[in-house]
């Protein structure tokens, strides 16, 4: 089985930290991604990355950054929390499967900015 | 703007009737389509994919895919309260690579 881990189920942090998500998939898998998802608007894309050191914007990228030193872990980074930041952030990786790229979730951080 | 279209819902079956999930797309390059469920405060989990015009059934679950048409649905049988959550429609970028582009979602309520 597939399996996504997320460092934290939830987190709370006050305006202005600086915040780390961590993410680590066991499957070998070329792609990762970040995510968050809010009521009504769906599932967002912030970044994804497609090898090791390489990274590509995603739909909202701002005020977010990541890294990916190794393939397993991918990282999200909130440079300075805003409570706008407050939301679900689910992790997925994704590799080229009979349907091409199907992806697979980790279980999320409910992220809360005071 | 590429777009995946579904109702968000809710749709409201009695428990054992076949509850019918649509989703249209705007890009014709797009080549694999997923279906994903998502309890209330869980992440999404694959359920479904489909990459051929026509059905694939998997137990109670048959995708069902047309190309010409850009649609998408999915149809589960023998509904059960267990299946009450929300279904989100994907379909692969044609950039090919690997990103998928996701719809809102609809909400699925089975009642007893």
């Known amino acids: 089985d597939v399996k996504v881990t997320q460092s934290s189920r939830y987190l709370v942090k006050r305006t202005g930290e600086k915040v780390f998500l961590e993410c680590v998939q066991d499957?070998?898998?070329?792609?990762m991604f970040w995510y968050r998802q809010d009521p009504g608007l769906g599932l967002r894309l912030i970044y994804f990355s497609y090898d090791v050191k390489m990274k590509e914007k995603g739909d909202i990228p701002e005020g977010y950054s990541v890294s990916r030193e190794k393939k397993e872990r991918f990282s999200l980074i909130l440079e300075s929390a805003s409570t706008n930041q407050t939301s679900m952030y689910l992790c997925a990786s994704s590799f080229r499967g009979q349907a091409g790229y199907e992806q697979y979730f980790g279980p999320g951080t409910r992220l809360t900015v005071t | 703007q590429k777009e995946v279209e579904q109702n968000s819902g809710p749709l409201s079956v009695p428990e054992g009737a076949i509850a019918s999930l649509n989703c249209t797309y705007s890009?014709?390059?797009?080549?694999?389509f997923f279906w994903y469920r998502q309890y209330s405060g869980k992440s999404p989990e694959l359920i479904m994919f489909?990459?051929?015009?026509g059905d694939k059934e998997d137990g109670r679950f048959t995708a069902q895919l047309n190309k010409a048409s850009q649609y998408v649905s999915l149809l589960i049988r023998d509904s059960q309260p267990s299946d009450s959550a929300t279904y989100l429609c994907?379909?692969?970028?044609?950039?090919?690579?690997?990103?998928?582009?996701f719809g809102q979602g609809t909400t699925l309520q089975v009642k007893p």
């Open positions: 499957m070998d898998h070329e792609n």
């Open positions: 489909i990459y051929s015009n």
């Open positions: 890009d014709r390059g797009s080549q694999s």
């Open positions: 994907a379909v692969t970028h044609s950039g090919n690579t690997g990103k998928l582009i």
